[in-house]
Each structure stands twice: as C-alpha cells, then as structure tokens.
T-cell receptor
Framework: GDSVTQMEGPVTLSEEAFLTINCTYTATGYPSLFWYVQYPGEGLQLLLKATKADDKGSNKGFEATYRKETTSFHLEKGSVQVSDSAVYFCALTEIGGNTPLVFGKGTRLSVIA | SAVISQKPSRDICQRGTSLTIQCQVDSQVTMMFWYRQQPGQSLTLIATANQGSEATYESGFVIDKFPISRPNLTFSTLTVSNMSPEDSSIYLC????????????FGPGTRLTVT
C-alpha cells in the first residue's frame, strides 16, 4: 500500500536558519501531496499542497516541490522563526479528498531565539 | 475550504464508560474521516464515514468499540465505548470531497483522558 517516510526529529534550529524536512513516498497511482502543521495543543492545518509533478506548493514562506522522478516532496523554508515551532506532517492521498490521507510519522521542529 | 468544529474539546472519563464526540462541518462534504493520535505519534485512521452507509473501519478498529454515525452531509459522531486508559488519545475528524478540491480539512481535535 501507499506510504510516506519523513525524516526523524526532533529538529532544533536557531532563528533565521534554513529548514529542510525530507519526505519521500510510495504510491500505486498518482497521488496528491500535502504538508500539514500541528501547533502545540491544536489540530492539523493544511500548510501547502501539490497535485501533479513539478508543482510547487507554497505558503507562509514554506515551499515544497512535487518530484515524481525521486518520489519526494521536501519541505523548505529560507529563514525560520520561533513561531514556526510545531510538528510537520507529510501526507498523500490517491483520489483527492475522497480517500483517507496517509501520513508520515511527523517531524517536530523547535526554533530557538 | 471548510471549517470543522468538534465537541467536546477535551474530557476526562472513567474506565468502562463511553464518550460520544461530535464533528460539525460548515459545508456539505462527501467524506468524513476519524483519526486517533496517541501522544507524540502520527495520525492513525479509525474509519471512513459516508453519509447513508455503514462506516468502513481500518484493521484493528471495530464497530462495537468505535460506533460511528453519519446522519447527513455535515455531521458525524464517533463513540468511544467501554473505555480503558489505552484509549487516551486525541481524536480528530476530517472532511474531504468538497467540489473541485483535493484537500482535507481537520477539526481541532478532542483530547480524551481515561482514568
């Protein structure tokens, strides 16, 4: 079945550092890819998405590019802030919103001032 | 997009009792999903709830323990029955299948502690 593998955390960075969180996937079809963020004590928020190869999703300074050839969707941000401290989940779904998401294990990011 | 609310936001329950969690969506959606998130873990799908049909449960989850209702296109409930401390988790509902959207939206979660 489909699966998502993302880098183990926790990741600790200083403010204004560059962030990369790696995500790779396996899928039988042509999935849509997502990054969700979970701030402490809250539910999941959609951060960005990409639905086809070479699409770049972006939001709040975060970016990820759908790379079909490497089955990857790495999350990047050029300059992190303390407020970015959260758990980040990479996820996929095969048929849009009509099938459940398959999640990676999550990566906890802590940004220190 | 869709806005999803859940009630209760948190509860502390005694073992052997049951709790029903409500999930309300502000627009009609095709699919609703229930997930469990144990402390420090990722999300595990419990079941998929279609309106007008029985919920579809994932391996390891059964209807007697987690009965689900989906009476219309904007509402669903999940009951956690005969609770034990192992059921202490965050329970999240999500919704998908909005017209023209690949996205799924999540509620804020219900934090359940069983003593």
């Amino acid at each position: 079945g489909d699966s998502v593998t993302q880098m183990e955390g926790p990741v600790t960075l200083s403010e204004e550092a560059f962030l990369t969180i790696n995500c790779t996937y396996t899928a039988t079809g042509y999935p849509s890819l997502f990054w969700y963020v979970q701030y402490p004590g809250e539910g999941l928020q959609l951060l960005l998405k990409a639905t086809k190869a070479d699409d770049k999703g972006s939001n709040k300074g975060f970016e990820a590019t759908y790379r079909k050839e490497t089955t990857s969707f790495h999350l990047e941000k050029g300059s992190v802030q303390v407020s970015d401290s959260a758990v980040y989940f990479c996820a996929l779904t095969e048929i849009g919103g009509n099938t459940p998401l398959v999640f990676g294990k999550g990566t906890r990011l802590s940004v220190i001032a | 997009s869709a806005v999803i609310s859940q009630k209760p936001s948190r509860d502390i329950c005694q073992r052997g009792t049951s709790l029903t969690i409500q999930c309300q969506v502000d627009s009609q959606v095709t699919m609703m999903f229930w997930y469990r998130q144990q402390p420090g873990q990722s999300l595990t799908l419990i079941a998929t709830a279609n309106q007008g049909s029985e919920a579809t449960y994932e391996s390891g989850f059964v209807i007697d323990k987690f009965p689900i209702s989906r009476p219309n296109l904007t509402f669903s409930t999940l009951t956690v029955s005969n609770m034990s401390p192992e059921d202490s988790s965050i329970y999240l509902c999500s919704a998908g299948g909005l017209a023209g959207s690949y996205e799924q939206y999540f509620g804020p979660g219900t934090r359940l502690t069983v003593t």
